[in-house]
């Protein structure tokens, strides 16, 4: 696809009131909004999402964390959208983000970093689908 990526405003960032200042980030980084939502996973759906890291020891970790608290789900488009947002949240590491990257504004910590985006078009398409059907895009 190229043009869109699927990202999630975390719990923490979501309670801290950080929305608004995320979207604009988004905005002004020449996003457009096709989808979003606020909602909040159940521990099931959030391992069903998180699945490709069942194996890996922070798996349980990060299912009770992503099912703590509402999220904020949004399917972004752009030229480029992957690469693009991947840039512009930064590193997944705060400590490590680049200056005006997302996650050095808004990041708490390598764990409660703020936001995700996709990491590949195939992996936008998949999550997009996960959390939107063909009626809530715009």
């Given at each position: 696809?190229?043009?869109?990526?699927?990202t999630?405003?975390?719990?923490?960032?979501?309670?801290?009131?950080?929305?608004?200042g995320?979207?604009?980030?988004?905005?002004?980084?020449?996003?457009r909004?096709?989808?979003?939502k606020?909602?909040?996973?159940t521990s099931?759906?959030?391992?069903e999402?998180?699945s490709?890291?069942?194996?890996?020891?922070?798996?349980d970790e990060l299912?009770?964390?992503?099912?703590?608290?509402p999220?904020?789900?949004?399917?972004?488009e752009?030229?480029?959208?992957?690469?693009?947002f991947r840039?512009?949240?930064?590193?997944t590491?705060p400590a490590e983000?680049?200056?005006?990257t997302?996650?050095k504004?808004?990041?708490?910590s390598?764990s409660?970093n703020?936001?995700?985006?996709?990491?590949?078009?195939?992996?936008?398409?998949?999550?997009?689908?996960?959390?939107?059907s063909?009626?809530?895009?715009?």
């Amino acid at each position: 696809m190229g043009n869109i990526t699927f990202t999630m405003i975390k719990p923490e960032a979501v309670a801290a009131n950080n929305i608004g200042g995320i979207l604009s980030m988004i905005e002004k980084g020449g996003f457009r909004i096709l989808a979003m939502k606020k909602v909040q996973l159940t521990s099931e759906r959030a391992a069903e999402f998180y699945s490709v890291h069942k194996e890996r020891p922070f798996y349980d970790e990060l299912v009770q964390y992503m099912s703590g608290g509402p999220i904020i789900a949004a399917i972004l488009e752009k030229d480029n959208a992957v690469a693009d947002f991947r840039t512009l949240i930064g590193a997944t590491n705060p400590a490590e983000a680049a200056e005006g990257t997302i996650r050095k504004r808004y990041a708490t910590s390598l764990s409660e970093n703020a936001i995700h985006g996709s990491d590949s078009d195939d992996n936008a398409k998949i999550e997009a689908d996960f959390h939107f059907s063909s009626q809530e895009i715009f």
